[in-house]
């Protein structure tokens, strides 16, 4: 079901996870006549309840859950259902102690929140078939079913278990990648240290050691438990699609490297019939909305560019993070529809009704303690009122401009130990870039490194790359020969995927296409500073915890260290190879100034310069059937103005549409009020 969207809602999804379990019913009624007001047409239902469902095991109890499906059913709202797999019940780790996960150094945790799930367990497998097949046998049918909605965030807050069941799974899928003992001991660099392994039942999970343990076996426990998981999904997956023909199986992902760092994504987005995202914005952070975006942008890549849906986002504070600051008006609109501008079939929320009890009753809610009096229902109504005017969107595609190369397992390997500096920090450098493409109103695909197709985009920029392999340096090199942009930064194709440093000098898997090597790394002393000057003309650009001696073999210098360990020669180089160029950034350049090399790269790459826009207006396309939508999100304080033609890269010539939020038809310019949204459809 490579494109299954939520089955018979015919607009864009618009609700959020729902707990009736926690309400008496009396207040289900209720719940129903509200989301109506609201224009709540999905909620995703039954998450959190295996204990209400299967009281005792193998005893069911779907009285409740038949009576409140069935008052939404009547209230016409649809239900993305949930296996509960997430949390067992109390009486299953009564039973199977060995089933809660231990963590690396040897804790087992207890229950008594949620997540407590050891993915080798067999236990826990006969269970989740268990519960899974009741529920699909009982509403895999029923009519107000728009799909599944497997678990919940697998791997957050943690994925891996190192207790011995998971050891001898472990083996096994070692056993399965590397065949023989003297595979598993080149790849793993077991010379090294003296671990040479002679037997099967001599490895270990990379349990607390001493002092740093096999890089290569962290990274290879690192896929396993990524894979475990992976493998208890596909068999839910698989039970619902026997039971529950046609209806889409999604589980929600937290793609935003910021949220979660245990699961390789470009994986799991295989495996979905519909990619589904969990964002929760950054409260504390300054242009928190730039993040959003990265992740939403995450979102829809992993799906290879099909329509996703946001599953969850706050309306207001999130009570898990340091300070759960407010929204202030009109942010969680624009926070819903930059999601939607960027692929998401509809916006949905956690949750629907704020707990009394429990540990996020502090969180915030589509309907908060405050009742319907109040600021955030006020604005949940018109939100919903909002999305319901875009029904037409649904099936169309968001347009990017540029594509940024990610790879979880490169990040994974990156933060093992002992790293040439501890500042190394690739999802810092990844949200740099990502910013100042967003700064430049370019809209971002992020791609594998496996990834073809790459000559549809004029620039590539691989900002944190440390894991290549020679195959993804060979497609980089080919795209730029044939006519490419790429822009690399530092400590990229260093390592293969064994995390062994590729033959020969760094940086082993890019060299050829960069046309140079690296001497040395030189990282810079804590607080320390470098200057980077432009002999050519250019900024003054400053950059700080990272240089390198870099020794040009074709590429030419276009930034030079002007002071520092690496003073006197290349910062910042371009090679011309083929029909294109790569450039590379040899230092942490800081964000202000990251974008003159931007400009730079961005300009050979013949992308438009969009300097007469205001920063902070964020400019987005959909394309579809009926056309080209534009979404202009206006995060600023004041009014802001754009020439419809030729805005986000839109094909219209004529620069006009029909606003769909206001239904006024726009001509020439577009004016986006303070804080506001604006989606026009562009006359063709
Ligand atoms: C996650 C979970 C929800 C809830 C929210 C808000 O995304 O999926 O169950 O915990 O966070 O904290």
């Not at 998971?166 to 023989?180: I, N, P, T």
């Not at 996020?360 to 955030?376: F, Q």
């Not at 190369?405 to 690739?426: G, T």
Request: charged share 25%; net charge negative; proline share 6%.
């Amino acid at each position: 079901m490579p494109h299954a969207t939520p089955r018979g809602l015919g607009r864009l999804a618009f609700g959020g996870d729902y707990n009736p379990e926690q309400w008496p019913e009396e207040v289900w009624r209720e719940d129903v006549a509200l989301m109506r007001e609201a224009g709540v047409n999905l909620v995703s239902l039954g998450i959190f309840s295996w204990a209400r469902i299967e009281p005792r095991r193998g005893e069911f109890d779907f009285g409740w859950l038949d009576r409140v499906i069935a008052l939404l059913h009547e209230g016409g709202i649809r239900i993305d259902l949930a296996t509960p797999t997430v949390v067992p019940p109390a009486w299953f780790y009564r039973e199977h102690p060995e089933a809660l996960p231990v963590s690396r150094d040897g804790t087992r945790w207890a229950f008594g929140s949620r997540g407590a799930i050891c993915h080798s367990s067999p236990a826990y497998r006969e269970a989740i078939t268990r519960v899974t097949t009741a529920l699909g046998e009982r509403y895999g049918d029923h009519p107000a079913l728009a799909m599944w909605h497997v678990h919940n965030e697998y791997g957050v807050p943690v994925l891996e278990c190192y207790c011995d069941v998971s050891a001898a799974h472990f083996r096994r899928w070692l056993a399965d990648r590397y065949g023989d003992l003297e595979a598993l001991n080149a790849a793993w660099g077991t010379a090294f240290w003296g671990q040479v392994y002679g037997a099967w039942d001599e490895i270990q999970p990379p349990r607390l050691t001493p002092t740093v343990a096999n890089p290569a076996q962290r990274l290879d426990f690192a896929r396993f438990a990524s894979d475990s998981a992976l493998e208890n999904f596909r068999h839910e997956r698989d039970l619902l699609h026997g039971l529950s023909p046609g209806v889409p199986v999604t589980t929600n992902f937290m793609v935003s490297p910021t949220q979660c760092d245990t699961m390789d994504y470009w994986a799991w987005g295989r495996e979905v019939d519909l990619v589904t995202n969990d964002h929760y914005l950054v409260g504390e952070e300054d242009r928190n909305h730039v993040n959003l975006s990265m992740a939403a942008d995450l979102s829809r890549a992993v799906g290879e560019g099909r329509p996703w849906l946001l599953l969850e986002h706050s309306t207001s504070g999130v009570n898990w993070q340091r300070r759960g600051i407010a929204k202030r008006p009109g942010e969680m609109a624009r926070n819903s529809l930059a999601h939607v501008a960027r692929g998401s079939e509809g916006a949905m929320f956690f949750q629907w009704r704020a707990s009394r009890a429990g540990a996020e009753k502090y969180h915030s809610a589509m309907l908060p303690h405050a009742g319907t009096d109040s600021r955030v229902w006020r604005e949940v109504v018109r939100l919903g009122a909002d999305i319901g005017r875009l029904a037409e969107l649904r099936g169309s595609r968001t347009v990017a401009d540029v594509a940024v190369v990610w790879d979880w397992q490169s990040w994974w390997a990156q933060k093992l130990e002992w790293r040439p500096s501890e500042e190394l920090n690739a999802r810092e450098r990844a949200e740099a870039y990502y910013a100042a493409l967003f700064d430049r109103h370019l809209t971002v695909d992020f791609v594998a490194p496996d990834a073809g197709g790459l000559e549809r985009y004029p620039l590539v920029v691989v900002p944190a790359l440390y894991l290549a392999t020679e195959g993804a340096g060979r497609r980089l090199r080919s795209y730029v020969e044939g006519g490419g942009t790429l822009l690399v930064s530092y400590f990229s194709g260093i390592v293969d995927e064994h995390d062994a440093v590729h033959p020969g000098p760094h940086p082993g898997a890019l060299r050829e296409v960069l046309g140079l090597t690296v001497e040395e790394f030189q990282p810079l002393h804590a607080e320390r500073a470098v200057r980077l000057t432009a002999p050519g003309g250019g900024p003054e650009l400053a950059a700080d915890t990272w240089a390198e001696t870099v020794v040009l073999r074709g590429a030419e210098p276009v930034w030079e260290y002007a002071d520092g360990p690496a003073a006197g020669g290349a910062a910042v180089t371009r090679h011309a190879l083929g029909e294109g160029a790569a450039w590379y950034v040899s230092a942490r350049i800081g964000r202000a100034d990251l974008d003159a090399v931007l400009a730079r790269a961005a300009a050979d790459a013949g992308l438009p310069e969009r300097d007469e826009l205001p920063r902070d207006l964020e400019l987005v396309r959909r394309s579809g059937e009926r056309g080209d939508y534009l979404f202009a999100i206006n995060h600023n304080d004041a009014e802001a103005t754009l020439p419809l033609a030729g805005a986000a890269g839109s094909r219209s010539g004529a620069g006009s549409g029909e606003e769909l939020l206001t239904g006024e038809r726009v001509s020439g310019k577009l004016t986006v009020p303070a804080g506001g949204v604006r989606v026009v459809r562009l006359d063709g």
